[in-house]
């Protein structure tokens, strides 16, 4: 059927005619943008990755993109109680709290693995006197984790500081909420010199380990090698659980001296692992002939050596 209008006699007909079309293209659209903004994103597989049991509630996490990438975001507040091997570890509430991923698969031991994530955390941010944790790694005996992460990346006290060691030789302290907290024999923790400018953007991290008893592992941060070690990073395991989230720890130190424990908001994204390095990198030509097949650290503003008696033994090294 055709319909002809008279326009010359039906000008009002014919502007409600074109305004109503009008309306219904830009409603189109309006809608088909829509359809397109992230509202819920991930930052991992989650057939790779689940939560952690001593994660405290999920009203932590929200998934959202964060300047260009699909992100999870969390925030610990310190009114959310977690487990009790976290936040009454020692028998005082207010230890420790977390919310992570981890590996569903751990990766076994006498092989090699890539693994990376980024984070992003606000240029203001104060993490006084305790640790929060983005990542680290979990010694594991059969399907039972034991002793304390032969590599973690942390913030502590305000520095980043990238934890290494290299020995299954240790010493573990059992508390009454089932919790084990265990020194190295061999542990180094390197204090990063560029800590400020690591804040109010995304920074990508990218680990390769060998974990073997005459293993290695190599760290690079954006790209960079910053970190290049060679000892016994089996350490006696089976198996070693990847976990990437925030877990901040030893809270007591800050409260005992009266300092209020802020909510600490981190951004995570790119999170995953794989058998080489082409799983997790387009750059790997890029960061393997970085390697330099020994011992190295570079900008890095403090190396401390420590043994099994833990920070009292601790002493200042060059590399």
Not at 74 to 89: F, N, P
Not at 168 to 183: A, H, I, P, V, Y
Not at 295 to 308: L, N, R
Request: with cysteine; charged share 20%.
């Amino acid at each position: 059927m055709l319909i002809f209008l008279d326009l010359g006699k039906a000008n009002v007909g014919y502007n409600s005619f074109m305004k109503y079309h009008f309306a219904l293209l830009l409603c189109f659209f309006l809608c088909s943008c829509a359809g397109t903004i992230k509202h819920s994103t991930v930052a991992f597989d989650k057939k790779m990755f689940k939560e952690n049991h001593a994660n405290v509630t999920d009203k932590a996490v929200v998934y959202q993109n964060v300047s260009g990438e699909d992100a999870m975001s969390i925030t610990l507040d310190y009114s959310m109680k977690g487990g009790k091997v976290d936040w009454a570890r020692r028998g005082v509430e207010g230890f420790a709290q977390r919310w992570q991923i981890q590996l569903r698969k751990s990766t076994p031991a006498n092989t090699t693995a890539w693994y990376t994530f980024k984070f992003n955390i606000a240029k203001d941010t104060q993490i006084p006197e305790y640790t929060l944790t983005f990542a680290d790694f979990k010694r594991m005996k059969g399907k039972t984790d034991t002793g304390a992460p032969p590599i973690s990346f942390s913030i502590n006290n305000n520095r980043f500081m990238l934890g290494l060691s290299g020995s299954d030789k240790q010493t573990c302290k059992k508390w009454s909420s089932g919790s084990e907290e265990c020194n190295n024999s061999e542990a180094y923790f390197m204090t990063l010199a560029n800590t400020q400018s690591l804040k109010g953007r995304w920074v990508r991290v990218t680990f390769r380990i060998d974990w073997s008893d005459s293993g290695s592992v190599a760290v690079w941060i954006d790209d960079k090698l910053r970190a290049e070690y060679y000892g016994n990073l089996r350490q006696g395991g089976t198996g070693f659980r990847y976990k990437v989230g925030s877990y901040r720890h030893h809270m007591l130190q800050a409260t005992e001296k009266g300092i209020t424990i802020d909510p600490v908001t981190v951004h995570y994204a790119d999170i995953t692992s794989g058998k080489s390095c082409s799983k997790v990198s387009e750059l790997c030509s890029t960061l393997e002939t970085q390697l330099k097949n020994k011992k190295y650290a570079s900008g890095m503003s403090h190396i401390a050596q420590c043994g099994t008696g833990g920070p009292a033994s601790c002493r200042t090294v060059r590399w």
